[in-house]
């Protein structure tokens, strides 16, 4: 069975985490740990806390050890824990919820374990205390909805560490005969981990008791009684003061609960209480969905996780006069990651027809070169680093693409692997954007900040004012970028500088903020351009933003003006004016271009 199992505090839980991992067997245990704010604090205050809790779930997982796949790690943040679950549970359909409590009346996120088992958003097992030795585990039966949940955990477990599982059922002194145990239970009582069959008459709670001394553990369902105060009722409370592993099953309740009623679409009418709901949205985006490239830099694990997923993985490097940097950004790719880890499959150049020697240094260094112009000359060409990637769809193969800018100094191989991590590790992820500090050269000084003007000046306002579920991309127009061919062939590319604005706005319409992450990759040195190029940079990007604004929201577009003057200083107090066009062409989702589903068929 899938199963997520949520865990409060993993230094104490690797027991819960392996119980999940038994019940789940061959299928997949999502771990989840949900980080509660106060209303004193900003969810995005978390950050911190979350890669903490990140770092301890995966040394959890390396302790466990755990096969490729088995695990998948989710951190998130929430006003309300409990609430924070169920929507968790509602987005990834589990059938089993796992949680852990220590003794009755213990608080689980905020919620009691009563409240826990009253109203499970799915079929629930709650946990006290350790089954790492629990070898004979006693399951008591009285038919009903949860028995059936009960004897399938019970056996799970048992057969897991090689044991064997007792099923007993407990009739009361002067209760009428009931049915047996194979007609309570079916075929459940033939399950070769079940080597006894017991039937008493008696009191149930001592009863229990006195079977379970001769046991490890137990495992039993939560009262059937309809509005009961006491989910355990009087022969659970018996059991958990027991002292030994138990185990309380619940299945969910036919009644939905509210936090499954369809949510409304609409966001609230007032504009201070749409700012907050968006901001807490964002807020936990940005606690869940941003990482550091160092979380991925064990490259053996994502070799690993490459091969078990069957992916190619694919690195596009557009240039345009890079010959200054080109041998480097290839080498540092390639010794690294293709030599030593085999985790990029292919590598290529993508060149805007470069003036320089850009082309022959790549060759020289053994990648393939593609100069972009010549890619589907039947489409014509444009110029723009956009044209470029949209054009190597068609050249590169993997199924993960990334893309790295060939002007950085200070190239590192976390540009890839930083980039490639999330897309491995995290199956929901589609689309993934680096970011960093900026240092920018003033006068032949390196200045530790600076950089990233037109994102600073143009690209964050625009999209905190129009498209604010993105307002916490630190660097929305970053260079290094890389996402799943299934989405990025589904989408249109802009040829020139507004290619990133316009990917970024257009995976969130067609994905959603939660396919999106980001990853701090701490420092990145390029060549700075000037304010009169960064002008017509902003102007281009501005014009993608206006364009998908209007496609949204009804702003006429086609009024828009698509021609800039600029404006440059002369000589003494003259100013000289020209009048540049940077209209934004789009290209369309490259999958609607015959030639390109053609040499895919």
Known sequence: ???????VDPAHERGLVEV????????????????????DRTLAEAQPDARARRRALATLERELGAEPGRVRVHVTVARDGWAAVHELVAKERPELLVVGWRRPGWDFLGTSIDAVLRDPPCDV????????RAKRVLVPVRG??????????GTTLARARGGSATLLHVQGPNEPRRASLYQLLGAATIDSVVDRFVTRIGEAAPTIAEELEEHDGIVFGATAREGASDQLG???????????PAIVVRTRTPIASSLFLPQTAHLPADRAERSRVISELVDRWFVENTFTSTEFADLSRLVAEKERQGLRISVGLPTLNEEATIAKVIRAIRTRLMTRYPLVDELVVIDSDSHDRTREIAEAEGVAVHI????LPELGAYRGKGEAMWKSLHVLTGDIVVWVDTDVTNIHPKFVYGIVGPLLLRPEISFVKAFYRRPINVAGELQATGGGRVTELSARPILNLFFPELSGMIQPLSGEQGGRRTLLEQLPFFTGYGVEMGLLIDVLRTSGLSSISQVDMKQRIHRNQTLFALSKMSFEILQVALKRVSEARG???EDANSTMKLISPEDGDRFHLALEDIAAVERPPIVTVPAYRAART
Do not use: C, T
């Open 1 to 7: 069975m899938r199963v997520l199992v949520a865990v």
């Open 20 to 39: 999940a991992m038994r019940l789940a067997e061959s299928d997949e245990v999502l771990v989840v740990s949900v980080i509660e704010v106060g209303a």
């Open 125 to 132: 097992v709650a946990v006290k205390g350790s089954f790492a």
């Open 144 to 153: 009903g909805r949860y028995a059936n949940l009960a004897v399938r955990i």
């Open 234 to 244: 009087p022969i659970g409370q018996v059991i958990v003061r027991s002292g030994k």
């Open 372 to 375: 972009h112009q010549r890619v």
């Open 555 to 557: 702003v006429l577009w």
